[in-house]
């Protein structure tokens, strides 16, 4: 529990140095599903970066002031409710076990927030983010520059939190990537699970099953994100959900999974063959991927910039690209051709990264702040970050493409943490080679 603390003193320096204030975050809501059925409750993951605290109907405030205060709003005990929900920490539990200056029930935030916000400076919160927070805010300052008479002033600045914040959770520390090392663990393991199961003839939710089985089965609370599970045409579908189609022979199978582990996500996508052998063109697209990837993790290390790894991915694609005929070179030219007029983007539309944390497309600035040029630098690495490693290629029937290569989808995606000299491999055990697959599959 100590990071918490310290995370959270870490905002209120960052808030002295802004002039002070108070800062206000709240957690995610309760979502109805359907009748009296929530969809699965999953907190804020700012709001835990901080607090640590999972229960909903929660707010933090952090005072920058003459004394520095960090309090929690949150639940009172019910123990009736408890009998139905689950336990509840109560305000007088919450301080104490989890490092609060002070906390009270969450019916008492209004007339606190009221008390709290008289004379400060600044208000600092998710600024145009949450309708609902947006109207408790405008009620609370309506409510102290109604005693202007009495001398008392409301903040004149609004200030954005989540700018400190998503700059704090972009680096991790070594308790989180130690965490997200055993996700990508969990979901490496998942993987190989459903290329030993899969067959033609089984349906792509059965191998969603395997997926979520060992998700589970070894403490995941959740997938990171709906699981991919496509199969022949399908798998050139960037987003697909896991259907009902049948894997057939000759088919490739893509599966984009990953779990979440204590609020941190993996996220890896490995191709495979569903009979277990690729064939010639299958094998063609793949190791240019796979040769697409290696240069991009060449490419991800402290003080390259976040799309030195999406252009030496590019650069191996286009290549392919006119190797195999994909691209007729009679009619687009050179790589530099290729890749100056975005040709390769029939076959490979998105970026090779993303960051990764507690959100799987987590938060963080892909270029530099501060930067006055008008075009913006991408910003560079530094060691701590996290971030998907995951070109592709996808090919669909079109005119003067060659159809031994038509409706074969292919993706590999890592999860890389920057380090001193270059990057860690979080994904490490999930097979990628084409000889380790068909070893695997052969099993």
Known sequence: MSSYPERRAQVLRQMHKKGGGVAILPTAREVMRNADADFPYRHDSSFYYLTGFTEPEAVLVLVAGKTDQTILFCREKNEEREIWDGYRYGPVAARESFGFDAAFPIEQLDAEMTQLLADAPAVFYALGADPQLDEHVRRWLNSVRSQARSGVAAPSTAIDLHGMLNEMRLVKDAGEIAIMQRAADIASAAHVRAMKMARPGCH??????ELLHEFRRNGSQYPAYGSIVATGANSCVLHYRAGDAVLKDGDMVLIDAGCELHSYASDITRTFPANGRFSGPQRDLYEIVLAAQQAAIEHTAPGRHFMEGHDAAVKVLAQGMLDTGLLDRSMVGSVEDVIAKGDYRQFYMHRTGHWLGMDVHDVGDYREREALDTEKPWRKLQPGMVLT??????????????????????????DAVVTDSGCDILTRNAPKTVADIEALMRQ
């Open 204 to 209: 792509e939710y059965e191998l969603e099953a």
């Open 389 to 414: 490693i995951e070109p592709g290629i996808y090919v669909r029937p079109a005119p003067n493409v060659p159809e031994q290569y038509w409706h074969i989808g292919i993706r590999i995606e890592d």
